[in-house]
């Protein structure tokens, strides 16, 4: 599809939108989303709530009558707060809306931007693109990245009593069995001090033959504070792990077969994949440990009981974290059937003295000292740290053939860094922050990260933000260097460090728009080329991406558009990328039996333009480019869910048939996640959210 029919898409979609926000205007109803405590009462407003403690004053009403009412958040999910990793906090939400419909699957997170694999937990294809920079380089092996429990990811709570939340997501009439649970919960021994813990695990087994994913992560967190609020600290553990076991996708002759839409193949496991057989199977594990300390002490005043008083505060941070990753593949120590596909497969031969398993870590510690001081005359916060880093990154097992082709090892050592960070609010609607993370010296010596952001707040319906990013960052060490008892799996690379900037401006605007227009130049970015080697690109990559959503509600009916236009105007050659992604949502609430049950049908399409995909490399468990001589696009598809989702107190259930698409087009059947790796056949899947108060 040209470039000129994708942007009557953008404009189509945009009229569309903007068709959507006059009817809005014109006849629209405020929507009033209220919180409910936990027998489904609702809670007024902060305006709501002080319009009634005025009223009741003037009515000559004692303070102790009013402290009543002040306080019958109390026992509601007010008083249950989740706290981020950045310090913001909500409230505990048992409410239904169609963004609890978006993260109802395996990793409780929108999947927009994301393709994922017909196996739950298996992987994602990504859409968009996204950059991600640190001053030390990640390990690799990328592609369940989205399953992974990042530092950034864990929430801290402070709650009145009790809570635990259940999900379970499993999979109904099918001949693919999964289940996933997702757990936590979290308590208090006094005021001060919060805990939680939670696991989440899944267990499935795929609609084709020898496609078998395990998940496992659990997780458990606390935060402390002294009465004066002046000490405060944090911290948490993980222990993760993901397995899977790998086909490789279809044969060619299988996704003939698949293409040809044959009844007798409709039972899939029917279909010849690539790797796995019945005498063995290729099978790969990420796993690692974490643990995390944050702490602060104020030498003058507490942050919170006085805000606005000058204040300096030390600061300590603590991170230590294992990762490892481990491949078994029967090449390595036998000639059986399932061998001969491996080799045949990737394409290189084995050594010799081959041991039956690629096995590599990586360690990182990290620890941080500083200080942070507030002016409040000129309301600025400033904030300085100094890091050590250190990382370790070695390989358990390997061939002596391979150890003698490559030099030592060299990715140990480490880095001395700065961390700085300001904020800025001159003004009640305008503000502006700042961070600059540099290596000084070390293994890692100058790597950087700047981060400039601004926004002006035009009334309370409009917000426009800017930002600029320019990062100086070091490949994956995966991809720098590597070790297999595959012969043509072994590198030693000296990459230059990717350079990246990116421009962003974003409108947030609930009544007409929100739009996000963004442009990103990286250069030296590394990628895996077809023949599944890791490769530094010598030009630029330039992306354009605009990005518009919108939420329009008529009374009981709702529409929710998202569509991201990306024009990869250079290095579409190593970065291939969508030029349309679109994802659109009609649905309704229908409140019953005096609000006792609420419903929540609704119709959701996922487009997203035709492009050559990377495909997916078991061995690395992470992406490369396609040979060009049998290269596959993916996309151009439309993706039908119908869903029903229901609300009783503080549980909200969910029934969704997904991708009902064959059905309505049976003779198309180009739904794909990956390169010889087809999406789901229709599918129903349901699930759980449960909540507990105590």
């Not at 209220?34 to 709530?49: D, H």
């Not at 963004?99 to 395996?106: D, S």
């Not at 990005?547 to 569509?563: A, E, K, M, P």
Request: aromatic fraction near 16%; charged fraction near 20%.
């Amino acid at each position: 599809m040209n470039l000129k029919n994708h942007i009557s898409k953008i404009l189509f979609f945009t009229i569309t939108l903007l068709l959507s926000v006059v009817s809005t205007n014109v006849y629209a109803q405020n929507y009033n989303n209220s919180m409910t405590n936990i027998f489904g009462e609702n809670l007024l407003t902060e305006q709501q709530q002080h319009a009634q403690d005025s009223l009741r004053q003037n009515q000559g009403l004692a303070p102790s009558e009013r402290k009543v009412y002040r306080n019958r958040y109390k026992d509601s999910i007010q008083v249950y707060k989740i706290i981020s990793f950045k310090g913001d906090t909500t409230t505990v939400d048992t409410s239904l809306n169609i963004t609890k419909l978006y993260k109802m699957n395996p990793t409780r997170k929108d999947e927009y931007g994301y393709m994922p694999f017909p196996n739950i937990a298996e992987g994602y294809t990504p859409l968009v693109m996204t950059v991600k920079p640190s001053i030390l380089p990640e390990y690799g092996f990328a592609s369940r990245n989205m399953y992974w429990y990042n530092v950034e990811d864990i929430d801290y709570y402070n709650v009145r009593t009790p809570w635990s939340e259940a999900m379970y997501h499993s999979n109904v009439f099918s001949n693919m069995t999964g289940q996933v649970l997702d757990f936590k919960f979290t308590a208090n021994a006094g005021s001060q001090f919060n805990f939680s813990f939670g696991f989440r695990g899944k267990r499935t087994f795929g609609l084709y033959n020898y496609s078998e994913t395990h998940q496992g992560q659990f997780l458990a967190t606390f935060n402390y504070r002294t009465k004066s609020y002046r000490y405060r600290v944090r911290g948490h553990f993980t222990f993760q792990y993901l397995t899977a076991t790998e086909n490789g996708g279809l044969t060619e002759e299988g996704d003939s077969l698949f293409r040809t839409g044959d009844k007798e193949f409709t039972y899939r496991k029917t279909l010849p994949v690539r790797l796995s057989g019945s005498d063995a199977t290729v099978s790969n594990r990420l796993g690692g440990s974490r643990f995390y300390l944050d702490q602060s002490y104020d030498l003058f005043a507490s942050a919170i009981t006085q805000p606005k008083a000058f204040r300096v505060s030390i600061l300590n941070e603590i991170k230590y974290q294992h990762k490892s990753f481990k491949y078994s593949d029967p090449a390595f120590y036998s000639t059986s059937g399932t061998a001969t596909k491996s080799l045949e497969y990737y394409g290189s031969a084995v050594y010799e003295d081959a041991v039956p398993l690629d096995s590599s870590r990586y360690n990182t510690f990290d620890v941080a000292g500083g200080a942070g001081i507030n002016f409040p005359l000129v309301n600025i916060y400033a904030q300085g740290m100094i890091r050590y880093q250190s990382t370790n990154y070695g390989f358990d097992t390997v061939s002596y053939a391979s150890s003698q082709t490559l030099p030592n090892m060299k990715e140990n050592g480490g880095t001395v860094s700065l961390s700085l960070l300001g904020r800025w609010r001159p003004i009640k609607y305008f503000g502006a922050d700042g961070s600059l993370d540099f290596g000084l010296s070390g293994k890692y010596s100058g790597a950087r990260i700047l981060n400039l952001s601004a926004y002006v707040q035009l009334n309370k319906d409009y917000r426009l933000e800017g930002s600029y990013m320019n990062a100086s960052y070091y490949p994956t060490v995966s991809s720098m260097y590597y070790r297999s008892s595959y012969v043509d799996f072994n590198w030693y690379n000296d990459f230059k460090r990717i350079e990246a900037n990116e421009l962003a401006f974003t409108l947030h605007s609930p009544k007409i728009l929100n739009a996000r227009v963004s442009f990103t130049d990286v250069s030296n970015y590394v990628y895996y080329d077809s023949l599944r080697v890791a490769r530094q690109y010598d030009d630029k990559v330039n992306v354009l991406s605009v990005t518009l959503s919108r939420d329009t509600r008529i009374r009981w009916f709702g529409w929710d558009n998202t569509v991201t236009y990306q024009n990869v105007s250079s290095g579409s050659s190593v970065m291939p990328l969508p030029e349309i992604n679109l994802r659109s949502t009609l649905y309704a609430y229908f409140p019953m039996f005096k609000k006792a049950l609420t419903l929540m049908p609704a119709i959701t399409l996922k487009y997203y333009s035709e492009f050559t995909a990377p495909m997916y490399n078991p061995l690395m468990s992470d992406y490369n480019l396609q040979p060009t001589s049998v290269a596959r696009k993916i996309g151009g598809y439309p993706y039908l869910d119908f869903s029903i989702s229901g609300k009783i107190r503080s549980t909200r259930l969910f029934l969704k048939l997904e991708n009902f698409t064959p059905w309505v087009a049976p003779s198309n059947r180009t739904y794909y996640s990956s390169a010889w790796y087809p999406f789901l056949d229709p599918t129903v899947r349901f699930g759980v959210v449960w909540d507990w108060f105590n």
